[in-house]
């Protein structure tokens, strides 16, 4: 397991909160306008707040033409399965299951890096993988009658977990040479293009001026997802290994379904007490430095000196 700066556990802290409080507002703003629209204003709207901190960090926009191609599969599945898939299943679900199934991310993950990316994880970090499950399972636990009504929602959001599991692991193993922020920014312009031509396909005979609790649920979404969150996900899952990239943001569904519940008044019961601690043993196995075994290794390393 590897140690994680201070700086790394800032931009998680920060990211956890200003993605699991989302859910709820996400939830308010697509209940009273069209989701497609919701999504794709937010985006066109955080654009430009993201080109100033290229320009600001004197970041270049530049893409060579031979990288496109593999910038495109990076977007497929880190953003465009995501934002499309999620915005459309939060409809039929509660913004806290939503959170829920989305953040089976995850499990998704540890899996597909041990099996598909030859990834060898410690036993502590399959407890990690089994005490996250574990809290999902148990979040559901009174969704699952109510989420048999809502299938096409429930697939939407699995599906649209497991492609960002594996654009995560995609990311990870990136060879483009370019920094984060642009690789962030073209994916976003993107996504933002497939979005605007679905949005106008299926719901432009919809279109009207957001009303002004909508508009404040859109500029949270383009400055806080899109100009920040978005940006600092991709730069942990590029920087910190998978494990601790994915297991670490556990807490994002948990703050989803607290907050859904004290904003949105939906219903909570004891399962959702004991999947708060599964979760958090998930985020200790991943964050919790190993010390035993750095000690063991600087022992073994002296002794083979002597």
Same mark, same amino acid.
Request: positive net charge.
């Given at each position: 397991?590897?140690?994680? /700066?201070?700086?790394?556990?800032?931009?998680?802290?920060?990211?956890?909160?200003?993605?699991?409080?989302?859910?709820?507002?996400?939830?308010?703003?697509?209940?009273?306008?069209?989701?497609?629209?919701?999504?794709?204003?937010?985006?066109?709207?955080?654009?430009?707040?993201?080109?100033?901190?290229?320009?600001?960090?004197?970041?270049?926009?530049?893409?060579?033409?031979?990288?496109?191609?593999?910038?495109?599969?990076?977007?497929?599945?880190?953003?465009?399965?995501?934002?499309?898939?999620?915005?459309?299943?939060?409809?039929?679900?509660?913004?806290?299951?939503?959170?829920?199934?989305?953040?089976?991310?995850?499990?998704?993950?540890?899996?597909?890096? =041990?099996?598909?990316?030859?990834?060898?994880?410690?036993?502590?970090?399959?407890?990690?993988?089994?005490?996250?499950?574990?809290?999902?399972?148990?979040?559901?636990?009174?969704?699952?009658?109510?989420?048999?009504?809502?299938?096409?929602?429930?697939?939407?959001?699995?599906?649209?977990?497991?492609?960002?599991?594996?654009?995560?692991?995609?990311?990870?193993?990136?060879?483009?040479?370019?920094?984060?922020?642009?690789?962030?920014?073209?994916?976003?312009?993107?996504? =933002?293009?497939?979005?605007?031509?679905?949005?106008?396909?299926?719901?432009?005979?919809?279109?009207?001026?957001?009303?002004?609790?909508?508009? /404040?649920?859109?500029?949270?979404?383009?400055?806080?997802?899109?100009?920040?969150?978005?940006?600092?996900?991709?730069?942990?899952?590029?920087?910190?290994?998978?494990?601790?990239?994915?297991?670490?943001?556990?807490?994002?569904?948990?703050?989803?379904?607290?907050?859904?519940?004290?904003?949105?008044?939906?219903?909570?019961?004891?399962?959702?007490?004991?999947?708060?601690?599964?979760?958090?043993?998930?985020?200790?196995?991943?964050?919790?430095? =190993?010390?035993?075994?750095?000690?063991?290794?600087?022992?073994?390393?002296?002794? /083979?000196?002597?």
């Amino acid at each position: 397991m590897h140690a994680i /700066s201070r700086q790394h556990l800032v931009l998680l802290t920060v990211l956890t909160l200003v993605w699991g409080i989302n859910w709820p507002i996400m939830k308010m703003g697509i209940m009273a306008y069209q989701p497609l629209t919701f999504r794709v204003l937010s985006m066109w709207i955080g654009l430009p707040v993201l080109a100033l901190l290229l320009v600001w960090r004197r970041v270049p926009f530049r893409v060579a033409r031979e990288h496109w191609g593999a910038l495109a599969v990076l977007t497929v599945f880190n953003m465009l399965f995501w934002h499309t898939l999620a915005v459309l299943a939060i409809q039929s679900l509660s913004s806290g299951r939503a959170a829920i199934l989305g953040y089976t991310m995850p499990v998704f993950s540890a899996i597909l890096g =041990a099996f598909w990316f030859g990834q060898r994880l410690p036993s502590r970090a399959w407890g990690g993988v089994a005490a996250a499950a574990l809290g999902v399972v148990l979040l559901l636990w009174h969704e699952f009658v109510r989420l048999s009504g809502a299938p096409q929602g429930v697939a939407m959001m699995l599906v649209a977990a497991a492609g960002w599991a594996v654009g995560t692991q995609m990311m990870r193993r990136t060879t483009l040479p370019y920094q984060t922020l642009a690789l962030s920014f073209w994916m976003t312009v993107l996504t =933002a293009t497939w979005m605007t031509l679905l949005a106008w396909v299926f719901e432009s005979d919809g279109w009207s001026m957001p009303s002004p609790m909508v508009w /404040s649920s859109i500029l949270y979404n383009a400055i806080g997802v899109f100009a920040f969150a978005q940006v600092a996900w991709l730069v942990l899952a590029r920087d910190l290994p998978p494990i601790a990239s994915t297991l670490s943001v556990m807490m994002i569904p948990v703050l989803g379904v607290f907050s859904g519940a004290w904003w949105l008044g939906e219903v909570l019961h004891w399962q959702d007490l004991a999947a708060v601690l599964l979760i958090m043993v998930a985020i200790a196995s991943v964050l919790w430095p =190993a010390r035993a075994t750095q000690s063991a290794s600087a022992q073994d390393g002296s002794a /083979s000196d002597a």
